[in-house]
């Protein structure tokens, strides 16, 4: 039972232009949400989060969006910069989950010079 | 500040033989998580302690795996007996007070033969 799905394994962008990386959910239960940014041989390290009280929450270069009645956010980077190249992941916590968090599969975004 | 500290770093064993993780938290970080990441998977919870106390063990395959906390600080996961299915990333996360964030060591890649 997959409840956070990232549906695209990986992602490819020029350097400089906006990457733009999906999640979806399937628990409306869900009341905030994680980016994780994970490099080779390191574990993953926090990017930026969202409440789902908000639709957007922004920092720097990095953009989160929230569609609650479609159950679906994205991570906006723009402008992509080659050490943007690693592999995403998006987490989410249930009301009641005990700041358990729900992991999706991730994304392996590669910026393109 | 130091981060979550893990060792070792990568253990190759054969089917069927144990093998320990051990994790130290950043310093006054009172929950502690392990995660199994199998390769092409986001982290998977298996334990979760709130100082010494186990909050959330739901997912941990109690007839082989073990996790203890002993004095709230540094936590162990053992696994005995291996399988193969057991070859992952196992990664140790801490939590300081009712922040979201959650902070990553570079995390114990095993290899099951």
């Known amino acids: 039972d997959q409840q956070v799905k990232q549906n695209s394994p990986s992602l490819s962008v020029q350097e400089g232009r906006i990457s733009i990386l999906n999640c979806d959910y399937t628990?409306?239960?869900?009341?905030?949400f994680l980016w994780y940014k994970k490099y080779p041989a390191e574990g993953p390290t926090f990017l930026i989060s969202?409440?789902?009280?908000?639709d957007k929450n922004e920092d720097g270069r990095f953009t989160v969006f929230l569609n609650k009645s479609a159950k679906h956010l994205s991570l906006h980077i723009v402008p992509s910069q080659p050490g943007d190249s690693a592999v995403y992941f998006c987490?989410?916590?249930?009301?009641?989950?005990?700041?358990?968090?729900?992991f999706g599969q991730g994304t392996r975004l590669t910026i393109n010079p | 500040e130091a981060g979550v500290a893990q060792s070792p770093r990568y253990k190759i064993i054969e089917k069927r033989q144990s093998v320990a993780f051990w994790c130290n938290p950043i310093?006054?970080?009172?929950?502690l998580y392990w995660y199994q990441q199998i390769l092409g998977q986001g982290p998977k919870l298996l334990i979760q302690?709130?100082?010494?106390?186990?909050?959330?063990d739901s997912q941990l395959p109690k007839d082989r795996f073990s996790a203890e906390r002993l004095k709230g600080v540094d936590s162990t996961l053992k696994i005995q007996p291996a399988k193969l299915e057991d070859s992952a990333v196992y990664l140790c996360?801490?939590?300081?007070?009712?922040?979201?964030?959650?902070?990553f060591g570079p995390g114990t890649r095993l290899l099951v033969l």
């Open positions: 996360a801490s939590r300081v007070g009712n922040q979201e964030t959650q902070y």
């Open positions: 969202i409440s789902s009280i908000k």
């Open positions: 628990n409306s239960m869900f009341d905030y």
């Open positions: 302690f709130q100082n010494n106390g186990v909050v959330d």
């Open positions: 987490a989410a916590r249930g009301i009641q989950g005990a700041q358990k968090l729900v």
């Open positions: 310093s006054g970080h009172a929950t």
